[in-house]
């Protein structure tokens, strides 16, 4: 049934009923989110529930307030929940690769770091003066001494006895060697020795042998005797320093002793201590090989005994909440820093740092799901360390070079962190569907609505939004009828008259440029007109492209009629988006039947300009034509539909009602009237359907009808059930109750018939005809004419062949 829309329609107002205060300086600051009840209720489920695998994927459109939702929420939460330990980094004296990971109760870590620095600074003065005392000295000497009278008794004795059987001990630059000697107790010359008789000389060297072999197991008795004499030294100094090292140690086990890592830890640093002594002795110079030359002073490294505060809670209120908003993968799991020593990479266990996920264990990470998959090995990083619930550090890009670097493997430490990603609907339903892993590991979906209910309540918590906003922005007051255009706009927003945008960051936006307007204006309170001049200078900036094509339209580049009436020819409507605006232009839709059996060409799938949706609608409008008008006679005859002056592609399958008037109409032979346009989608059985972007479309017809001026007889045809979503600019409003345009609302195709065409559309009667003179008649008759003409054609064409045929037979007979 076609209905004429009236003015209350078009626009659902927000009344001062609605709005209990004279300005926003009178209501109280929003303290909850609006409209997004069941992504709340998904998050309260998500953060209160723990368990392996329940990590929260929160989807929705950008600027319905995800990000700023979970950071209130967790702040909050965060706060009654304990400050999870601290995590420091150790030298592994068993393997110096491999640090160890330390756990301390929050806020420890920076105490055992300073309480270890301290110690180790006072043993190197302290352990100094212990080799320095006089205690020290005499037990060293006593040893020494006693060392040197056993040596002197051995060679002393060897001695006599290689005296007693004329031989001697020389000292060579080889060692002690034995050598004969004469009764006069000269050495026994080589000449001399050579000259003996031969029972002599075999007497010498029986002897001799005898005696190198006791020099020999006397040198080896007193190398032992040196090795008892070092370890003897080597436990007058421990014993000597455990007095200084003991008691410090002592006290730092005392003082940590409920932690066993740290107590075995201490033990390990004493016996390190001990073992490398001469570390903390005084170094002596080196000589220069040159005189000219001096090598620096080396000193020695007390490195090993530092502590890396690898995560430090001390000033943390609760639970950490960490924002990664550039989650690379060094920045979520921290890295091993590496410095240049002599032209190579050098590093330790103090340069380990710490990431985000090590930040955030104990507590809550944020991370945006689309930069997450932007950085290559952060996501599978990820999902391994919650599969496996430990946090490990690796250079990821070891395997890619070609030379190796010196690195370490730091001990992992364990993974308990609630992973909170954010993203849009697309991302949320790629890796849920392609990735298995994905499906375990984030079992909780917060989706946030990017519209919301338009009832008194939320009327009332939108003004409270903008109170908030007002006061985090600095923004001045907005009186009752702004904030009733901003209510308006958020309906505009929603394309939906009941309907209220959540997408806070657009409102935002206008209350900030609103408050531009109200200040340029040197006003105290943003008012209505201020709301209305945000909202014609943000158009303004971004129409140029409308404006261009208006202008074309208007120099008749562009055809577009908006009077007459033309057969096979009407207005159709289309939504052009540019990302940060979008608006409605009519597009001249055409059709050309004639006789033959091609039925209706799509040019545009032709010409692969069409989109599958379009490609269906053409298809549903085959269907159509078919099932009403070809009940008792094939439907044939071939017609051709296009959008004309299109250069792009179409998609969409809102101009299915339009192309279905082109058509009839061009069967028919029926003009159409170009001073109305149409838009709607359309089934198989006429009825229309609803169609997006109905406001663009009808304040787009009503541009290109301004340019010619508006005469009472322009419109637009659109679907009933499109009534609900009518929120239209206040001058088409105004044309509409001004009688100057027209809006038209139909439920099946064929309610729009008599406005186009000026004939009723007629109604099939019992004997499957159309009453004459209607427009249905018009079409049947027509489809009638075009298939008889082919079946005609048909029949011809099969006669003559058959004449043919004879003839030919009759040539043969006389040939013969």
């Given at each position: 049934?076609?209905?004429?829309?009236?003015?209350?329609?078009?626009?659902?107002?927000?009344?001062?009923?609605?709005?209990?205060?004279?300005?926003?300086?009178?209501?109280?600051?929003?303290?909850?989110?609006?409209?997004?009840?069941?992504?709340?209720?998904?998050?309260?489920?998500?953060?209160?529930?723990?368990?392996?695998?329940?990590?929260?994927?929160?989807?929705?459109?950008?600027g319905?307030?995800?990000l700023?939702?979970?950071?209130?929420?967790?702040?909050?939460?965060?706060?009654?929940?304990?400050?999870?330990?601290?995590?420091?980094?150790?030298?592994?004296?068993k393997?110096?690769?491999?640090?160890?990971?330390?756990?301390?109760?929050?806020?420890?870590?920076?105490?055992?770091?300073?309480?270890?620095?301290?110690?180790?600074?006072?043993?190197?003065?302290?352990?100094?003066?212990?080799?320095?005392?006089?205690?020290?000295?005499?037990?060293?000497?006593?040893?020494?001494?006693?060392?040197?009278?056993?040596?002197?008794?051995?060679?002393?004795?060897?001695?006599?006895?290689?005296?007693?059987?004329?031989?001697?001990?020389?000292?060579?630059?080889?060692?002690?060697?034995?050598?004969?000697?004469?009764?006069?107790?000269?050495?026994?010359?080589?000449?001399?020795?050579?000259?003996?008789?031969?029972?002599?000389?075999?007497?010498?060297?029986?002897?001799?042998?005898e005696?190198?072999?006791?020099?020999?197991?006397?040198?080896?008795?007193?190398?032992?005797?040196?090795?008892?004499?070092?370890?003897?030294?080597?436990?007058?100094?421990?014993?000597?320093?455990?007095?200084?090292?003991?008691?410090?140690?002592?006290?730092?086990?005392?003082?940590?002793?409920?932690?066993?890592?740290?107590?075995?830890?201490?033990?390990?640093?004493?016996?390190?201590?001990?073992?490398?002594?001469?570390d903390?002795?005084?170094?002596?110079?080196?000589?220069?090989?040159?005189?000219?030359?001096?090598?620096?002073?080396?000193?020695?490294?007390?490195?090993?005994?530092?502590?890396?505060?690898?995560?430090?809670?001390?000033?943390?209120?609760?639970?950490?909440?960490?924002?990664?908003?550039?989650?690379?993968?060094?920045?979520?799991?921290?890295?091993?820093?590496?410095?240049?020593?002599?032209?190579?990479?050098?590093?330790?266990?103090?340069?380990?740092?710490?990431?985000?996920?090590?930040?955030?264990?104990?507590?809550?990470?944020?991370?945006?799901?689309?930069?997450?998959?932007?950085?290559?090995?952060?996501?599978?990083?990820?999902?391994?360390?919650?599969?496996?619930?430990?946090?490990?550090i690796?250079?990821?890009w070891?395997?890619?070079?070609?030379?190796?670097?010196?690195?370490?493997?730091?001990?992992?430490?364990?993974?308990?962190v609630?992973?909170?990603?954010?993203?849009?609907?697309?991302?949320?339903?790629?890796?849920?569907?392609?990735?298995?892993?994905?499906?375990?590991?984030?079992?909780?979906?917060?989706?946030?609505?990017?519209?919301?209910?338009?009832?008194?309540?939320?009327?009332?918590?939108?003004?409270?939004?903008?109170?908030?906003?007002?006061?985090?922005?600095n923004?001045?007051?907005?009186?009752?009828?702004?904030?009733?255009?901003?209510?308006?706009?958020?309906?505009?927003?929603?394309?939906?008259?009941?309907?209220?945008?959540?997408?806070?960051?657009?409102?935002?936006?206008?209350?900030?440029?609103?408050?531009?307007?109200?200040r340029?204006?040197?006003?105290?309170?943003?008012?209505?007109?201020?709301v209305?001049?945000?909202?014609?200078?943000?158009?303004?900036r971004?129409?140029?492209?409308?404006?261009?094509?208006?202008?074309?339209?208007?120099?008749?580049?562009?055809?577009?009629?908006?009077?007459?009436?033309?057969?096979?020819?009407?207005?159709?409507?289309?939504?052009?988006?540019?990302?940060?605006?979008?608006?409605?232009?009519?597009?001249?839709?055409?059709?050309?039947?004639?006789?033959?059996?091609?039925?209706?060409v799509?040019?545009?799938?032709?010409?692969?300009?069409?989109?599958?949706?379009?490609?269906?609608?053409?298809?549903?409008?085959?269907?159509?034509?078919g099932?009403?008008?070809?009940?008792?006679?094939?439907?044939?005859?071939?017609?051709?539909?296009?959008?004309e002056?299109?250069?792009?592609?179409?998609?969409?399958?809102?101009?299915?009602?339009?192309?279905v008037?082109?058509?009839?109409?061009?069967?028919?032979?029926?003009?159409?009237?170009?001073?109305?346009?149409?838009?709607?989608?359309?089934?198989?059985?006429?009825?229309?359907?609803p169609?997006?972007?109905v406001?663009?479309?009808?304040?787009?017809?009503?541009?290109?009808?301004?340019?010619?001026?508006?005469?009472?007889?322009?419109?637009?045809?659109?679907?009933r059930?499109?009534?609900?979503?009518?929120?239209?600019?206040?001058?088409?409003?105004?044309?509409?109750?001004?009688?100057k345009?027209?809006?038209?609302?139909?439920?099946?195709?064929?309610?729009?018939?008599?406005?186009?065409?000026?004939?009723?559309?007629?109604?099939?009667?019992?004997?499957?005809?159309?009453?004459?003179?209607?427009?249905?008649?018009?079409?049947?008759?027509?489809?009638?004419?075009?298939?008889?003409?082919?079946?005609?054609?048909?029949?011809?064409?099969?006669?003559?062949?058959?004449?043919?045929?004879?003839?030919?037979?009759?040539?043969?007979?006389?040939?013969?």
């Open positions: 049934m076609l209905e004429k829309v009236s003015k209350d329609k078009l626009y659902h107002s927000c009344t001062p009923a609605d709005l209990p205060f004279n300005t926003t300086d009178d209501i109280s600051p929003l303290k909850e989110t609006i409209g997004q009840k069941r992504a709340l209720n998904a998050l309260e489920f998500g953060l209160g529930i723990d368990s392996h695998g329940f990590n929260i994927y929160i989807l929705g459109e950008s319905t307030g995800k700023t939702t979970i950071k209130t929420i967790l702040d909050e939460k965060a706060r009654s929940e304990p400050a999870p330990d601290d995590w420091c980094y150790i030298y592994n004296f393997n110096q690769d491999m640090p160890r990971a330390i756990r301390l109760s929050p806020g420890t870590g920076l105490t055992f770091k300073k309480d270890m620095e301290e110690m180790i600074t006072s043993l190197r003065q302290e352990i100094p003066k212990v080799f320095e005392s006089k205690e020290y000295e005499k037990q060293k000497t006593k040893i020494l001494e006693d060392f040197q009278q056993k040596q002197k008794k051995h060679f002393a004795d060897l001695e006599r006895e290689a005296k007693e059987k004329d031989f001697t001990l020389r000292k060579t630059v080889s060692g002690l060697v034995l050598v004969p000697v004469k009764k006069t107790g000269e050495t026994l010359s080589e000449e001399e020795y050579e000259n003996l008789e031969p029972d002599v000389k075999k007497k010498i060297e029986t002897i001799g042998r005696l190198q072999e006791k020099l020999d197991d006397l040198i080896r008795l007193v190398r032992e005797e040196e090795k008892k004499i070092k370890d003897l030294m080597k436990d007058l100094e421990r014993q000597a320093t455990l007095a200084s090292v003991g008691h410090r140690i002592d006290e730092l086990k005392s003082k940590y002793g409920n932690n066993p890592q740290v107590t075995e830890y201490l033990d390990e640093v004493r016996e390190d201590i001990l073992e490398h002594l001469d903390f002795k005084p170094q002596e110079e080196q000589p220069a090989p040159m005189p000219f030359m001096k090598p620096p002073k080396t000193e020695p490294s007390f490195i090993r005994y530092s502590v890396n505060v690898f995560v430090n809670n001390r000033d943390s209120k609760g639970a950490p909440v960490v924002i990664e908003n550039n989650p690379t993968y060094y920045n979520l799991f921290g890295r091993v820093e590496h410095k240049l020593q002599y032209g190579v990479a050098m590093t330790d266990f103090t340069m380990i740092k710490a990431g985000s996920v090590q930040q955030a264990n104990g507590g809550y990470l944020v991370i945006d799901a689309l930069e997450l998959l932007k950085n290559i090995f952060s996501y599978d990083a990820l999902k391994r360390a919650i599969k496996d619930r430990e946090i490990k690796e250079d990821v070891e395997q890619y070079r070609l030379i190796s670097t010196v690195t370490l493997k730091p001990e992992p430490i364990p993974f308990n609630k992973i909170i990603l954010v993203g849009n609907p697309r991302l949320y339903y790629l890796l849920y569907n392609l990735d298995e892993e994905y499906r375990e590991l984030f079992k909780v979906k917060a989706d946030y609505e990017n519209r919301m209910d338009r009832n008194p309540e939320n009327i009332l918590k939108y003004a409270s939004f903008v109170r908030t906003k007002c006061e985090e922005r923004l001045q007051p907005f009186d009752r009828d702004a904030v009733a255009k901003i209510i308006e706009y958020g309906s505009r927003l929603a394309e939906h008259q009941n309907k209220l945008s959540a997408k806070f960051s657009e409102i935002a936006d206008i209350l900030r440029e609103a408050d531009y307007w109200a340029r204006n040197n006003g105290n309170i943003v008012t209505a007109r201020d209305e001049k945000a909202f014609e200078e943000k158009t303004y971004s129409n140029k492209v409308e404006m261009k094509i208006l202008e074309a339209t208007r120099e008749g580049t562009i055809l577009i009629d908006t009077e007459g009436a033309v057969t096979g020819q009407i207005n159709g409507l289309s939504v052009l988006d540019l990302g940060d605006y979008r608006f409605g232009m009519p597009s001249r839709i055409t059709a050309k039947t004639y006789a033959g059996r091609a039925g209706i799509n040019i545009e799938r032709e010409t692969k300009m069409s989109g599958k949706i379009h490609e269906k609608a053409i298809l549903i409008l085959t269907a159509y034509l099932g009403k008008y070809a009940m008792k006679h094939s439907l044939t005859l071939t017609a051709s539909l296009t959008f002056q299109l250069y792009g592609g179409v998609e969409g399958d809102s101009a299915t009602c339009a192309e008037y082109a058509l009839l109409s061009s069967i028919s032979g029926v003009p159409l009237k170009q001073s109305i346009a149409v838009t709607g989608s359309m089934n198989q059985h006429g009825q229309v359907q169609i997006g972007g406001n663009e479309k009808i304040e787009g017809f009503y541009e290109v009808c301004k340019l010619n001026g508006l005469n009472g007889q322009h419109g637009v045809i659109i679907p059930r499109n009534l609900i979503h009518l929120m239209l600019k206040n001058e088409v409003v105004e044309a509409v109750e001004k009688g345009f027209n809006i038209y609302s139909i439920d099946n195709i064929e309610d729009g018939i008599e406005i186009l065409t000026g004939m009723p559309p007629g109604e099939l009667q019992p004997d499957g005809t159309y009453p004459e003179n209607t427009f249905n008649y018009m079409v049947a008759k027509r489809l009638k004419e075009l298939a008889e003409t082919l079946k005609g054609e048909k029949e011809d064409g099969s006669g003559s062949k058959k004449d043919k045929k004879n003839n030919n037979g009759d040539m043969n007979e006389k040939g013969k």
